[in-house]
């Protein structure tokens, strides 16, 4: 299930089944969005991404979903493995002061239950 | 892709030094290079945008006098945390635009502990 509490949101999948990560995003200007994996101690890693005129995008096991009218998107990780284990962060991208703003979401804890 | 690599990925100090952390980039020339913060069981919170040849940009709450960064040349960029104090403490990571699109790369990322 899903919690949310004063640390990071964790959503704990039993392995081979499908994840489903969600985010919501806070400026409806912005026309790109990325999904990334942090395992601890280390730097995030390009999962996949999604420009603002399209509403899916499919990559290896994973699609992304975008909803602009509620500034939602979300992660799908079909047949979840042990190796998914991580948190996960949205983000948004948004042209600001000449420059190309990257805004990371809260983030969601993937726990993989073997 | 564009290779980022931040050094170190780990560092102790005591409290009123000062540490450099180096962001470069390996197979790219990146007129712009991002910091970010990271506490424990949080996300990662934009500090400054770093122009090469430029003042950075910082943002809004982050102090430049505290947190000083140069990008000298298109291949580092630097940030040090000056006078550091406990509180200062966290998880410092880079990243610079990605090379031929609008995604990006990220080091590594530097565990600083101030003692």
């Known amino acids: 299930g899903e919690s949310v509490g004063l640390h990071l949101p964790t959503l704990s999948v039993q392995e081979g089944d499908n994840s489903i990560i969600n985010c919501a995003y806070s400026?409806?200007?912005?026309?790109?969005f990325i999904w990334y994996k942090q395992e601890s101690g280390k730097g995030p890693q390009f999962i996949i991404d999604i420009r603002s005129n399209m509403d899916k995008r499919q990559g290896q096991r994973v699609t992304v979903l975008l909803n602009k009218t509620v500034k939602h998107l979300s992660l799908q990780i079909a047949a979840t493995q042990p190796g998914d284990s991580a948190v996960y962060f949205c983000?948004?991208?948004?042209?600001?002061?000449?420059?190309?703003?990257?805004?990371f979401g809260t983030g969601t804890r993937l726990k993989v239950l073997a | 892709g564009a290779v980022v690599s931040q050094h170190p990925s780990w560092v102790i100090c005591k409290s009123g030094t000062s540490v450099k952390i180096e962001c470069r980039s390996l197979?790219?020339?990146?007129?712009?290079m991002f910091w970010y913060r990271q506490f424990p069981k949080q996300s990662l919170m934009l500090m400054a945008t770093s122009n090469e040849g430029s003042k950075a940009t910082y943002e809004q709450g982050v102090e430049k006098d505290k947190f000083l960064i140069n990008h000298a040349s298109l291949t580092l960029s630097t940030l040090t945390v000056t006078s550091a104090h406990p509180e200062d403490s966290s998880f410092y990571i880079c990243s610079e635009r990605t090379l031929g699109g609008y995604g990006y790369t990220f080091g590594s990322g530097t565990r600083l502990t101030v003692v």
């Open positions: 983000a948004e991208s948004f042209f600001r002061s000449g420059t190309y703003k990257y805004i």
């Open positions: 400026n409806s200007a912005s026309d790109y």
């Open positions: 197979d790219f020339q990146a007129t712009t």
